[in-house]
């Protein structure tokens, strides 16, 4: 840890999975991530590439009824993983997958802002 006194472990588990365990504190956490967790990954998995992430935020809509509203339109989200984020009179809706699925995020995202086009953040 280059800015701080706590100490980050790497333990390898079975089944060749690695478990990584870091401190609290927002610039020892990223200090450690960024010097020791990433140059890791990229030299274990040099091929891998990034999920794409696109986000639709809302405004003046919870979370159920943004569920509602999908659900009743039948939106397809297959192969994209959807995340929520709810916050202070906000919604977030994640949309993440492989670079290779980047047409069906793409649609998906267009039928997001079409189904709840009165609830678009103006800010977005």
Same mark, same amino acid.
């Given at each position: 840890?280059?800015?701080?006194?706590?100490?980050?472990? /790497?333990?390898?588990? #079975?089944?060749?999975?690695? +478990?990584?365990?870091?401190?609290?504190?927002? /610039?020892?956490?990223?200090?450690? +991530?960024?010097?020791?967790?990433?140059?890791?990954?990229? $030299?274990?998995?040099?091929?891998? /590439?990034?999920?794409?992430?696109?986000?639709?935020?809302?405004?003046?809509?919870?979370? #159920?009824?943004?569920?509602? @509203? +999908? $659900?009743?339109?039948?939106?397809?989200?297959?192969? @994209?993983? !959807?995340?929520?984020?709810?916050?202070?009179?906000?919604?977030?809706?994640? !949309? #993440?997958?492989? *670079?290779?699925?980047? *047409? $069906?995020?793409?649609?998906?995202?267009?039928?997001?802002?079409?189904?709840?086009?009165?609830?678009?953040?103006?800010?977005?």
């Amino acid at each position: 840890n280059s800015v701080g006194a706590a100490p980050g472990q /790497r333990l390898e588990l #079975s089944g060749d999975k690695t +478990l990584f365990v870091l401190p609290g504190p927002p /610039r020892e956490f990223n200090a450690i +991530l960024n010097e020791e967790i990433v140059p890791w990954l990229k $030299e274990r998995f040099p091929d891998a /590439r990034p999920n794409l992430v696109h986000i639709v935020r809302t405004t003046g809509i919870g979370e #159920s009824d943004i569920v509602t @509203i +999908l $659900e009743q339109a039948n939106f397809n989200s297959e192969g @994209i993983a !959807l995340g929520f984020y709810p916050g202070k009179g906000k919604v977030e809706i994640h !949309l #993440s997958a492989n *670079p290779e699925k980047e *047409p $069906e995020i793409l649609g998906a995202e267009q039928q997001l802002l079409d189904l709840l086009a009165d609830f678009l953040d103006p800010e977005m």
